[in-house]
């Protein structure tokens, strides 16, 4: 493989299968998760609040596009790395939790905080596909 991969300068990495399926989760499964919660949890509140998902511009298509991913592919993907992904939820679900804790107190400094750490590792993003 490395062989017929070589002219295309790949950068090859080796990991174990558990390193393996932590980053997946992490990179992949995990936000094909929230992406497909955020639209199921759009799609009720829409019906409820008679509003309709023609308004989603963006920003939401862009965070959910995944979410179109087929469902059937995906529920054998998570099956398969179900504890890790577990505990990457579990995880995530206390960064939603420190945030709305932040809501609550109108705690300005933490909600701040939040977003300039996602900033500048996302603006790493950035810098390293160029």
């Given at each position: 493989?490395?062989?017929?991969?070589?002219?295309?300068?790949?950068?090859?990495?080796?990991?174990?299968?558990?390193e393996h399926d932590q980053?997946?989760?992490?990179?992949?499964?995990?936000?094909?998760?929230?992406?497909?919660?955020?639209?199921?949890?759009?799609?009720?509140?829409?019906?409820?609040?008679?509003?309709?998902?023609?308004?989603?511009?963006?920003?939401?298509?862009?965070?959910?596009?995944?979410?179109?991913?087929?469902?059937?592919?995906?529920?054998?993907?998570?099956?398969?790395?179900?504890?890790?992904?577990?505990?990457?939820?579990?995880?995530?679900?206390?960064?939603?939790?420190?945030?709305?804790?932040?809501?609550?107190?109108?705690?300005?400094?933490?909600?701040?905080?939040?977003?300039?750490?996602?900033?500048?590792?996302?603006?790493?993003?950035?810098?390293?596909?160029q």
């Amino acid at each position: 493989m490395k062989t017929l991969l070589s002219g295309l300068q790949v950068c090859w990495q080796q990991i174990t299968a558990e390193e393996h399926d932590q980053v997946v989760g992490q990179l992949s499964h995990l936000p094909h998760i929230i992406a497909a919660g955020l639209v199921n949890m759009t799609k009720c509140a829409a019906e409820q609040n008679h509003f309709s998902l023609d308004y989603a511009a963006g920003g939401f298509k862009s965070t959910t596009r995944i979410a179109a991913s087929d469902p059937q592919l995906w529920t054998a993907i998570l099956q398969s790395n179900s504890s890790i992904l577990i505990q990457q939820i579990e995880q995530f679900c206390r960064s939603l939790d420190k945030v709305k804790r932040a809501l609550q107190k109108d705690d300005r400094e933490g909600i701040n905080q939040f977003f300039e750490q996602a900033k500048a590792v996302r603006t790493i993003l950035d810098h390293d596909s160029q």
